[in-house]
């Protein structure tokens, strides 16, 4: 049952670069409908667009945008609680509780096009899945920082659990355990879910930003 103060997906009104499409493929699966419902969680624009000219963003935003590699991605993000919005990141005390935390939700229906063995997802797909997602919950925590220069990952340790089944539909979520000097250095955490709250996957990461001279490079 989605929660009380639910609000349908095809209602909110979608930022640039949200898929239309995706929103509407997704609402049709049951039991994504609690998660997309839940209001507490914004949409938030995907990073599906092609940048820098063709040399930007391609593997999400071209190689992997298709019908038979992931045919509808769509995310959602929970900003920190109303009485710590506008504070300094150092101020937040990390880890926070499941139930309030900053915390990324994204939803991506996958193709047999990213298959390893017949019918299952390919393991690299899921790391870079769980990367991408991570460093988003990253950059959403961090996108009110003075200091523009990009974060990049540096750590990313991946436990396989269950094999994910294409075509098929699954839940990533991602937040953020530990900030140190100044948002230069982020730990995040995230998990890959399925339908019936099974786990078949879970990361740990570090992404650390750059500085001046490597931001040029």
Not at 68 to 95: C, H, N, Q, V, Y
Request: proline residues 8%; positive net charge; glycine residues 8%.
């Amino acid at each position: 049952m989605a929660p009380a103060n639910s609000t349908s997906p095809h209602k909110r009104k979608l930022p640039p670069r949200a898929s239309p499409s995706s929103v509407e493929h997704l609402a049709q699966i049951s039991w994504l409908r609690p998660y997309l419902d839940d209001h507490d969680f914004r949409i938030i624009p995907d990073n599906r667009t092609v940048t820098n000219d063709g040399r930007g963003h391609t593997l999400m935003g071209k190689t992997w945008n298709t019908e038979s590699t992931i045919k509808a991605l769509l995310s959602f993000w929970r900003p920190p609680p109303e009485d710590l919005r506008g504070k300094d990141i150092t101020e937040l005390s990390l880890p926070m509780p499941e139930s309030t935390r900053p915390e990324v939700r994204r939803f991506c229906t996958l193709g047999p096009d990213l298959n390893a063995h017949p019918d299952l997802l390919h393991g690299g797909v899921i790391s870079c899945l769980l990367d991408s997602c991570l460093g988003g919950c990253v950059g959403m925590l961090l996108s009110h920082s003075r200091d523009e220069n990009p974060m990049f990952t540096v750590q990313l340790h991946v436990t396989y659990k269950k094999p994910i089944k294409t075509p098929g539909t699954v839940m990533l979520r991602a937040w953020v355990v530990k900030i140190e000097e100044e948002g230069r250095k982020v730990w995040a955490e995230g998990v890959v879910e399925g339908e019936g709250n099974i786990v078949h996957a879970s990361a740990q990461g570090m992404w650390l930003r750059a500085g001046k001279k490597q931001h040029k490079l």
